[in-house]
């Protein structure tokens, strides 16, 4: 922005010391207090501003590494923790390839046993055709409701068909979860190891069976002796 000659009138330089028309000298104007203390405070901020964003950038960095350390000792954690496998379940053989079993609800049917030789014997065939089946065993102390299903593994588990908190005997299978139908608990159908629900520490408890030709055999002994875990 131009000045003006005291004397002349005449438009001269900001910076110039005479005019240019009349050659008077010229008074330069002082820059205000207020906007040199501007133009400090303007410089200041700069150079903070900028040492901040180079601050900045190790804090990143820091941050960074950190949240990976922090990722890889909760995945080392996770793979550290014991299995959830059933003992009983894990020692079963696949007898069959992997089953899918759909969304919709998959009911048990119920079939017959027998019990000879001290087995209680059950067709494969059968377990194999139909999936999910329940029959009894008449102990000396009552009926022993029971249950076997093929496993997403291909294996058959045999186990108490019971939930003993809220003393269900029906279940019902959704894709690979396990169901009581009486309090809605759930399990995971490959191990029985609890998903949600209220009765999670009792899924209808796994009885060792074997297969020998086209039967199931489970010891008689071991559903006769057996007592409600609650």
Request: hydrophobic share 35%; with cysteine; charged share 20%.
């Amino acid at each position: 922005m131009a000045n003006f000659c005291t004397e002349c009138g005449k438009a001269v330089q900001p910076n110039a010391n005479f005019c240019d028309n009349c050659g008077t000298k010229l008074i330069q104007v002082e820059q205000p207090a207020s906007s040199r203390k501007d133009a400090r405070f303007e410089e200041k901020r700069a150079r903070v501003l900028g040492q901040n964003q180079s601050n900045t950038k190790p804090k990143f960095v820091f941050l960074g590494v950190a949240g990976i350390i922090l990722v890889f000792g909760l995945l080392t954690l996770f793979n550290s923790l014991p299995s959830q496998a059933n003992p009983v379940i894990e020692q079963q053989p696949v007898v069959t390839g992997g089953v899918q079993y759909p969304q919709s609800p998959t009911e048990m049917r119920p079939v017959q046993a027998k019990t000879e030789n001290g087995k209680i014997l059950l067709p494969l065939e059968t377990v194999l055709e139909k999936k999910f089946v329940a029959f009894d065993y008449q102990s000396p102390r009552g009926v022993i409701p029971l249950l076997a299903y093929v496993s997403p593994g291909g294996k058959v588990v045999t186990a108490v068909s019971m939930c003993e908190p809220c003393n269900s005997t029906r279940f019902h299978i959704r894709s690979d979860e396990l169901i009581c139908n009486s309090c809605g608990t759930t399990w995971e159908l490959a191990n029985l190891s609890g998903v949600s629900g209220a009765c999670q520490k009792y899924p209808p408890d796994p009885l060792p069976s074997t297969i020998t030709g086209n039967e199931i055999q489970i010891d008689e002994a071991i559903v006769a002796s057996w007592t409600p875990r609650k």
